[in-house]
């Protein structure tokens, strides 16, 4: 079985990006620098739901969040109507002829922390009993952990594999999260992260831009906040009003605009110029959505594009990843 040596991120390693000229701490860069095989996150629906949508919190959910029906995805066998076991077994299959060797098991759609524990366990185990995966990336909401919980994910750590938190942060700003109907605290994110950094599981937060009443001043905040938490990598998104969301009825009120192309890869700049160097940056856009259900913005939202737009404009002001970051 692979050994992960040590759950945690190398600054060294990510100091090696910046001296080969990368002006962000991309985290495809240093996974190649710190594997020496390819490895690639299978995304698997189990089927959670989300506390508030379920009536646990609410049944509103968030504002942005689709009304009915399941989340939204784009992988074939990313789907609760298959097993957990078929999911897992066709994707490794697929990829394997592509040349990947290693997989990281991506619970995705739904709050999947949102269970009992010893159920939770069932499925992480099957995960993890197949022979070429190396841990779990586990996505979730900040308030849906208890002490059962961290206990076996870092219990998973202590048999060598790599456990992440894929956390929906969104906003470190109060004021933010209630607009949101989160319903969640800041005070539980920062929490869940401390903990999560006490037990050497690995955090990603995914953090959205563009957010309704949210000034730069409070963008740049969760930059900072979340830095100071030193938490480990980031995936940066901008707002997209779908339809069939309460953000879809805001929009055609004109109580809400989204960011055009230019504002977005500036604000994405300014972010991660005030975001610490030793951050993971996973993702900078986000590129799944249908264009069939997207309601705005008009512009593609693919990651790779969006991510040489904003190494140029790095280029452009000679700045980068944490320049400001104090």
């Known amino acids: 079985m692979y050994k992960c040596i040590n759950n945690r991120i190398s600054k060294e390693i990510i100091n090696s990006i ?7 701490a991309q985290y495809g860069i240093y996974l190649k620098r710190t594997k020496p095989y390819k490895v690639f996150k299978i995304p698997v629906d189990a089927g959670f739901s989300c506390p508030n949508k379920d009536g646990t919190l609410d049944r509103e959910g968030c504002i942005f969040c689709p009304k009915m029906g399941r989340p939204i995805r ?11 076991e078929y999911q897992i077994e066709k994707q490794i299959e697929h990829y394997k002829k592509k040349g990947i060797d290693k997989f990281n098991i991506y619970f995705y759609p739904g709050t999947n922390t949102h269970g009992k524990p010893e159920e939770l366990k ?17 996505g979730t909401r900040p308030d849906s952990f208890n002490r059962d919980i961290f206990d076996i994910l870092e219990n998973y750590i202590n048999k ?16 933010t999260l209630d607009f949101l109907n989160r319903k969640h605290t800041v005070s539980h994110t920062v929490n ?6 006490k037990r050497g599981i690995l955090v ?65 700049c300014d972010f991660l110029e005030h975001t610490s160097p030793y951050v993971l940056i996973q993702r900078l856009s986000k590129d799944k959505i249908p264009e069939d259900i997207k ?7 693919s990651r790779l594009p969006i991510l040489n737009e904003i190494s140029k404009e790095f280029r452009r002001k000679k700045t980068f990843q944490g320049i400001y970051y104090i």
Not at 206 to 229: C, F, Q, R
Request: glycine share 6%; proline share 3%; with cysteine.
């Open 192 to 197: 869940t992260i401390k903990e999560c950094k």
């Open 295 to 301: 309601v705005s913005p008009e512009w593609k939202l």
């Open 204 to 268: 990603c937060g995914h953090v959205i831009l563009g957010l309704p009443n949210e000034t730069w001043e409070d963008m740049i905040k969760t930059a900072e906040v979340l830095s100071k938490l030193e938490i480990d990598a980031l995936k940066i998104y901008p707002l997209v009003v779908i339809k069939n969301t309460k953000l879809e009825e805001i929009y055609w009120k004109g109580e809400y605009k989204t960011l055009d192309r230019k504002q977005y890869i500036k604000l994405v």
């Open 74 to 84: 784009s992988d074939k066998y990313c789907n609760s109507l298959y097993s957990l």
């Open 122 to 138: 069932k499925l992480w185990d099957l995960a993890l009993s197949y022979p070429d995966v190396i841990g779990l990336s586990i």
């Open 18 to 24: 910046y001296k080969d000229g990368f002006l962000i």
């Open 160 to 175: 060598g594999y790599e456990i992440w938190i894929d956390l929906g942060i969104q906003s470190m700003n109060q004021k």
